[in-house]
C-alpha cells in the first residue's frame, strides 16, 4: 500500500494461493410447483433473502420468488406501463431489510417492492443538465437510499469510414425520490467501433463495470485489473490493482471485423483485463479475469474492503453469479439443452 494525493494505492501481486471453493452441483435449485420445471428467460438478476426466499429477476419481464425450499411461491409483474409492470428489468438490487429495488431503463423507473413482491413507490430519475448527455440510467442505490446515476456523452463517428470510440460518462447522485443532487466524477464509458455508420460493440472491446454498495461504488474500466472505490459523494478513497496478463484478441474474434474494415479495428489487439464485478454481502468485492474462451471455467478474484487479494474462485463453466453471500453464492447456468437454471451452491472460504 502507498499513499498518492490522499488516495491510497493497493498493489495485489496476484500470486496469492488462498483458492476458495465452490460446489460443482447446486446444494438447491429452482424449480416451478410440485417439483416441475420452471422457464426462465434470460435471467437478469437474483437475490436471496434473509429467511432464506429467493427472487429472480428474467426477461419476460418478471419477478418470480421460491421459498427457501426452491419451490416457486408467486410472480409479480407483466410487459406494461403501469405500476408494478416493466417494458425491460436491467438489474436488481436488494435494499436493507430485504426490499428489492428493479430497474426499467426504456420506462427511465425503478420500482421498489416488499419481499413479498408488492409494490411499494416508484422513482423517475431527474434528467442530467444539457450539454450532449443522453438521458440518464440509475447504477444502484446507497445505503440511505439515494442513489447513482450515470448518463453518457453522445458518440460521435469520427472521422473517415468509422473507428473505436470511448465516451465519457458523468456519474450523478440522486436522492431517494430521484431529484438530481449533483454530478461526482467522470469516467471511461463502455468502448464501440462505428463500422460504415453502424455501432457495434464487439466482445472483445472494454467495458465500464460500476457496482453499487451501501456506502460507496467501484469502477472498473477493463485498461488494466483496476477498481477505483469511491464514496457516495464521488470522492475516490482508493485505487487496488492486480497483476495480470495481457492476452491478444483471438483471431477467430477478429477476422470477421477485419474483414469489413481492417482499419478500424487496427488498434484491437489485447483483450479487456475484466470481465464482470460484483460485491458480497460482507463488502468484498469481486472481479472477474477476463475470458480468452467463453466456454471456460470463470476465474473470480476476491479483494476485501481494504483493496487486499483474499481469495481466488474458480467457477464451473457457463455459471454467472447473481449474489454472493458469506458461505454461498446464488447463479444462473445453461444446461446441456441451453435451459437457463437457477441454483445456490455453497461457498467454502480458505481460512
Known sequence: MRDSAGITIVENSGTTDVAWHLDSVPALELRGVSG???????????????????????????????????????????????????????????????????????LMRASVFTDDLRLARAVSPERAPSGGLVPPILRGAFGDGSLLAASRLRVD???????????????????????????????????????????????????????????????????????????????????????????PVPDAELAPFRAIDAQVFEGAVALPAIGGMLLDDAG???????????????????FDVEGRLTGRVTLIPRLRPLHIGRDFMLGVWRDDLDVERVGVYRLLKAS
Open 284 to 302: 468484498n468485492v469481486w472481479v472477474e479475469a477476463f475470458q480468452s474462451d467463453t466456454v471456460g471455467r470463470p476465474v473470480w478474484w476476491v
Open 157 to 247: 463517428a469520427p472521422r473517415g469510414s468509422g473507428g473505436i470510440v470511448r465516451p465519457t460518462m458523468v456519474l450523478y447522485g440522486l436522492d431517494a425520490d430521484g431529484a438530481l443532487m449533483d454530478s461526482l466524477t467522470a469516467v471511461s464509458d463502455d468502448e464501440v467501433a462505428i463500422l460504415e455508420g453502424v455501432l457495434v460493440r464487439p466482445r472483445f472491446l472494454r467495458r465500464t463495470r460500476t457496482v453499487v454498495g451501501r456506502d460507496g461504488f467501484f469502477v472498473a474500466t477493463g485498461d488494466r485489473f483496476e477498481v477505483s472505490a469511491h464514496g457516495p459523494d464521488g470522492r475516490m478513497r482508493r485505487i487496488f490493482r492486480k497483476s495480470h496478463d495481457v492476452l
Open 36 to 106: 416441475r420445471d420452471v422457464d426462465l428467460f434470460r435471467v437478469v438478476g437474483g437475490t436471496r433473502l434473509a429467511d432464506g426466499r429467493i427472487v429472480v429477476a428474467d426477461g419476460a419481464p418478471r419477478l418470480l420468488e421460491f421459498g427457501a425450499d426452491g419451490e416457486l411461491l408467486r410472480s409479480s409483474g407483466q410487459r406494461g406501463s403501469g405500476p408494478g409492470e416493466f417494458q425491460s428489468i436491467d438489474w436488481l438490487q436488494r435494499l436493507p431489510g430485504d426490499s428489492i429495488m428493479v430497474y426499467d431503463a426504456r
